[in-house]
């Protein structure tokens, strides 16, 4: 029950199946062990030891997916910080997180220089790409070092693998810890929900310092798959890598996946090798869904979940008529919609979303206080809005922190965006509240056109008022931008919008 041997173990039972490919590159099983050794050797030689604490500043790269097969042999914890942290917020994460190392990459190091005298705990700095003054240069150390096995630890299904810090929307960010237990959860448990196999052949192109990474590249490692990831998304290109190397799993977030349908060189031919195209990290607007489901049937699926620790699935196969649920629970896990007692609520009736099951995080690190918050008797509560139908479906209302108030009535940006969409000129939209003197809050869309789309701000806010619902749900605004803020995962940032809102039109976001 720890990830010690799964690397070596596909080493020796699979050595020349292609384990992995960054980009251009490309290593074998066996190939890509001993890089690791080679990491983790170079580790120990820095004085790293097991249950110590590994930061990375570092983009997608290889020697970030070597690190986290190093620490996976050596018992370590790695700890990935976004490559977007900058001054006193990347100074509060690292301290926080006891690093004994960074590592990153040259050009952050005029970012990190400043910071030095603020992180007494860090004792080593690491750079992977070029040398820098002040830092150990890794090519070096890595050529020098040996490719075997590095000592054998004894490793608990209950230790530390990683700590990731959660995006801090709502206050300091958190550290969310992982046991190897709970990742050998992840590579079973999604394995089998997303029916792979050894043969598959995995994509991943957004950030790997994300938790949505681990739905396809541990589970790929653990099945002697081969994984792909990129340096970068492109849709396009995306495309392409699926058409050229026959990818069979692809996990996305909606953005990517509204992308991909727009580029110009989408076809369903081009994607016919995929067997699952799923979504992650916000809902999927039921245009969208509609579109996969005409042009690449019985494809795609959809997980909801906290990376903290319960998940759901919308399998294929239900996708047809269950098209607006987010799906059941795997076989281990239970979910409940409660109410603000924690009593649970009667089927199609909005609660509280909560969950327990094996992947459940032990805790937020060195913050008991946070933990119990949010574990109360063994259930994680989310602070999510849902119903389940009768037949124990579940369905996302929206995120508790997005949910607009306006004249006392809870609204529900999803529910509005849905109508958005489906103008003809909007090819993304992002419904959030703003301040109204009359009604506290009301809904404002902020939408990206359509390329050459010619509709203006009032025209599609009129359209979308005359089909939404209700009165409440009626836009006060519309908005053009050219793109969302988004995060380093590529989920639309509602709260950057929020809380960059003016009152002066053409300066709202």
Do not use: C
Request: avoid cysteine; aromatic fraction near 10%; charged fraction near 25%.
């Amino acid at each position: 029950m720890n990830l010690q041997t799964i690397l070596p173990r596909q080493a020796r039972y699979r050595p020349n199946r292609i384990a992995v490919g960054f980009d251009e590159q490309r290593y074998t099983y066996l190939e890509f062990n001993e890089r690791v050794n080679r990491m983790a050797n170079t580790l120990l030689k820095f004085g790293v030891k097991k249950g110590d604490k590994i930061a990375t500043v570092l983009p997608n790269s290889l020697e970030l997916l070597e690190l986290y097969w190093a620490v996976a042999k050596t018992g370590m914890v790695i700890v990935p910080m976004s490559p977007l942290l900058r001054g006193q917020g990347l100074v509060t994460l690292l301290n926080d997180s006891d690093a004994v190392i960074l590592i990153t990459q040259d050009k952050f190091v005029e970012i990190i220089d400043p910071l030095r005298e603020q992180l007494p705990d860090i004792k080593t700095y690491v750079v992977t790409d070029r040398s820098a003054p002040g830092y150990i240069y890794l090519p070096h150390e890595l050529a020098a070092a040996s490719s075997s096995e590095p000592p054998s630890v004894d490793i608990h299904p209950d230790d530390p693998y990683n700590i990731f810090y959660s995006s801090g929307t709502t206050g300091l960010p958190k550290g969310i810890i992982h046991t190897h237990r709970i990742r050998i959860g992840y590579a079973t448990l999604f394995a089998l929900s997303y029916r792979m196999r050894p043969e598959n052949v995995m994509l991943h192109v957004g950030a790997i310092i994300f938790n949505g990474a681990f739905l396809t590249m541990i589970q790929s490692f653990f099945l002697g798959a081969t994984y792909l990831f990129t340096s970068q998304f492109d849709a396009e290109e995306t495309i392409e890598i699926v058409a050229r190397e026959k990818v069979t799993h692809l996990k996305m977030v909606p953005s990517q996946i509204v992308a991909m349908l727009n580029a110009p060189n989408f076809s369903p031919e081009k994607l016919a090798t995929l067997e699952m195209w799923g979504s992650v990290g916000a809902p999927l607007h039921q245009e969208f869904k509609e579109r996969i489901a005409a042009e690449l049937p019985n494809r795609f699926y959809e997980l909801y979940g906290l990376t903290e620790g319960f998940m759901t699935i919308l399998d294929r196969t239900d996708f047809p008529r269950k098209m607006n649920s987010v799906g059941i629970p795997d076989a281990l896990t239970e979910i409940k919609v409660v109410d603000s007692n924690g009593a649970e609520v009667a089927p199609n009736e909005v609660g509280e979303i909560i969950g327990r099951g094996p992947l459940l995080t032990p805790g937020y690190y060195k913050r008991p206080d946070l933990t119990a918050q949010a574990i109360r008797d063994g259930w994680l509560y989310s602070g999510d809005l849902g119903y389940m139908d009768e037949d124990g479906f579940l369905y996302l209302v929206d995120r508790h922190k997005d949910m607009i108030i306006s004249g006392g009535v809870n609204v529900y940006p999803r529910d509005i965006e849905e109508v958005v969409v489906q103008h003809a000129a909007v090819r993304e939209a992002a419904v959030f509240g703003v301040p109204s003197e009359k009604w506290g809050e009301t809904p404002l869309a902020a939408v990206i056109l359509q390329p050459d789309a010619a509709a203006n701000e009032d025209e599609i806010r009129e359209w979308v008022n005359e089909r939404v619902g209700a009165r409440y749900q009626k836009l006060s605004g519309v908005v053009i931008k050219d793109d969302f803020p988004r995060s380093a995962a590529g989920k639309t940032l509602k709260r950057v919008m929020r809380e960059t809102y003016w009152e002066d039109k053409g300066e709202k976001i």
